[in-house]
């Protein structure tokens, strides 16, 4: 009898496993509410700014009703706890970048490269005022290269410049991005090139093409030597020195390379020349920290660009390897006590312009290329036919140059200029416009230099 009762006690454990089975049906409830975002997700993106308020329709109940729940936009009474954050964050995202994600014209224009300059503008005018439309054609990024040149009338700076920006020597010298000097021009005995023009390449390499250097030395050996002098330059001599000056003052504090040009060598007034707007030149800003209590600070942070000389139209004598030895010696002894950086950067021996001279040729290699005259190339293509007694097999040999093409020395000299440091213009990394407002400031500074002034008027 007594047993009985414990055989009756297990099946109310057995009945305990059994309600489970039934409880399951409730699981899916669950994921109905995963449906809720994935329905509610159409009518936010039509813009509808309720679609939040709709999210909190009726509780858990059931799942089929989440689908008709936007049409009563109405309920916002209850439910609103977990998915109206998440709402309103992807709301705001979507309402400002939506539109301009889904518009392919914004996008496109975001990724086009920067507007190609076809021809050169003016940054400073022939009034010697700044010009503001440079800008325009700049970027808001640091890797920028800035090349300025120097160099007496004629001696074809602009030439140089087109050839290393964006010209080669087959191409019509009157489509140059900087117009060369034309022959009415070279008649009247003027220059082509007035202030500073502006031009920048797709490789974020700035270019400045100058007017041509005049000081009174240049002047008095211009007019001892019968050269004929434009009108423009029958100014006072301290004016026109001035402003040639100004410019060699302001390349030298804004520009990384400078190149000078001269088609003879060479000229001891444009060494002073050299030397005097190095003087006059803007010191470089220091940051307010920096104290300038001792003298070696001062000279550690001014700034100084690299120096670059180009003897433009030389000879075949020019190329020897003598006469070239003479010459780095020369530049060398005239720029002792210059602190530009005028050696150390660029080597003609480097490059294979000399392959049968050892690297340490040179003593003191400075910073000069050398650049036959450009119409030689046509001379080299049709040489001098032999003689009738002579061997018909060197009438097609071509003819001796005793250098490198100018095509080929071209190429050279610009992979040797763009391939130089970019030290750092001031105490700050400075991006293509933030160079222009430096640029600006430094114009006028220069324009109103107390030590310009003071020179002018020992002068006069």
């Known amino acids: 009898m007594q047993k009985t009762p414990i055989i009756l006690s297990k099946p109310p454990a057995e009945r305990s496993k059994q309600p489970p089975p039934p409880a399951a049906p409730a699981a899916p409830p669950a994921p109905a509410p995963l449906e809720k975002p994935i329905v509610l997700m159409k009518p936010r993106e039509e813009g509808k700014g309720p ?19 936007p ?28 539109p301009a994600a889904m518009d392919p014209v914004v996008g496109q ?10 021809h050169s503008i003016k940054l400073v005018d022939d009034q010697m005022n700044w010009c503001d439309s440079a800008i325009e054609y700049l970027l808001d990024q640091t890797d920028v290269l800035v090349v300025g040149v120097l160099g007496l009338q004629g001696t074809g700076k602009s030439m140089v410049m087109s050839l290393l920006s964006a010209n080669t020597p087959e191409e019509d010298q009157r489509a140059y991005v900087f117009r060369a ?7 009247r005995g003027g220059n082509q090139t007035s202030g500073i023009d502006f031009f920048i ?25 019968d050269r004929k002098l434009p009108p423009e330059y029958s100014l006072p001599h301290t004016y026109v020195e001035m402003q040639s000056l100004q410019i060699a003052a302001f390349l030298f504090t804004v520009c990384h390379v400078v190149i000078v040009v001269q088609d003879w060598f060479t000229d001891l007034s444009l060494y002073r020349f050299l030397q005097t707007a190095e003087m006059v030149k803007p010191s470089t800003p220091s940051p307010s920290h920096e104290s300038s209590s001792s003298s070696g600070s001062d000279e550690g942070t001014e700034y100084y660009p690299h120096l670059v000389f180009l003897q433009n139209k030389a000879r075949r004598e020019d190329f020897c390897p003598r006469k070239l030895q003479q010459m780095h010696l020369m530049i060398d002894q005239l720029m002792a006590h210059s602190h530009l950086r005028y050696k150390g950067t660029l080597s003609m021996l480097q490059c294979n312009v000399f392959p049968g001279l050892p690297p340490d040729f040179l003593d003191s290699e400075v910073n000069l290329f050398l650049v036959p005259f450009m119409d ?3 001379e080299s293509e049709n040489p001098p036919r032999a003689g009738p007694g002579s061997s018909p097999l060197f009438s097609l040999l071509p003819g001796y140059r005793g250098h490198p093409s100018f095509q080929s020395l071209v190429s ?41 002034a003071e020179y002018s008027r020992l002068l006069a």
């Open 51 to 69: 679609v939040a308020s709709t999210s909190a329709s009726t509780p858990e109940g059931t799942a089929p009703p989440p689908p008709a729940a």
């Open 201 to 225: 390449t797709q490789e974020r390499i700035v270019f400045l093409d100058t007017q041509p250097i005049l000081s009174p030395s240049v002047l008095d050996h211009l007019i001892n030597n």
């Open 376 to 378: 030689s190339e046509a």
């Open 71 to 98: 049409a009563p936009p109405k309920g916002e009474k209850e439910g609103q706890r977990p998915t109206q954050p998440v709402y309103q964050i992807q709301n705001r995202g979507m309402g400002t970048a939506a």
């Open 109 to 118: 224009a975001k990724l086009l490269p920067p507007e190609r300059m076809k």
């Open 412 to 452: 050279k000299l610009r992979s040797q200029v763009m391939s130089m440091a970019r030290p750092q213009l001031s105490h700050t990394i400075l991006t293509e416009k933030n160079w222009f407002h430096y640029a600006a400031r430094i114009w006028d500074g220069v324009k109103k230099s107390s030590a310009l």
């Open 181 to 187: 000097q034309s022959a009415e021009m070279k008649e």
